[in-house]
């Protein structure tokens, strides 16, 4: 659910840019929750970036840690479920931005739907949102220690371009550590500039 369209693409996260002869940045794309202390923490201490995508409830009780996150760098996205009883995509995507004003002082044109199709993210496009489709989908397999971080490497050596990943909730502070670590073995350039 990761790769931007061309609309509303004002706040695309930066990314890990491998080495120059790659041609690669590489975005990291989570879902905030319980472990996005530890997460920020990891990805601070490696001046990188990442998208966390926040649920209503996470939006609700989390306003530090949004704070946080808007400080320092990374982006903020708004996750929504497109099988909710109750409310549209368009409506959830709404009542999502107002949390996130009421914490913040500022909005977003991200979006991640679960549970959902093409009708859904054209709902969130013509309501001004940039819905993201991943070009890696490590929500199954994760990443939380030096071992999967060196396979994800290796992934992401196979693909061509940059390279959205999402993490989905699987991405613990020390495989986050290992794969920013590796990474900037490697010559990664681990702050850049957002991208528009």
């Given at each position: ?23 690669k ?44 996150m808007?400080?320092?760098g990374?982006?903020?996205g ?12 368009a ?95 490697d ?10």
């Amino acid at each position: 659910e990761q790769r931007p369209d061309s609309s509303g693409t004002e706040n695309i996260p930066q990314g890990v840019h491998l080495p120059a002869e790659s041609g690669k940045s590489v975005y990291l794309c989570l879902r905030a929750g319980n472990g996005a202390a530890a997460q920020l923490d990891a990805l601070d201490a490696y001046g990188a970036q990442a998208a966390f995508f926040c649920s209503p409830e996470f939006l609700e009780n989390q306003g530090d840690l949004l704070r946080r996150m808007t400080a320092t760098g990374h982006a903020v996205g708004l996750l929504v479920d497109a099988a909710d009883p109750d409310r549209t995509v368009a409506e959830q995507l709404e009542a999502g931005n107002a949390l996130l004003a009421q914490a913040t002082m500022g909005k977003t044109r991200l979006a991640s739907i679960e549970n959902g199709g093409e009708h859904h993210r054209r709902e969130a496009r013509e309501a001004g949102f940039s819905c993201l489709e991943a070009d890696l989908d490590r929500s199954d397999s994760g990443l939380r220690d030096g071992a999967q971080a060196e396979d994800l490497l290796r992934q992401i050596s196979a693909q061509r371009g940059d390279v959205r990943i999402w993490l989905g909730n699987t991405a613990g502070a020390a495989g986050l550590r290992a794969f920013l670590a590796a990474a900037q073995a490697d010559g990664a350039v681990l702050v850049v500039h957002l991208k528009a």
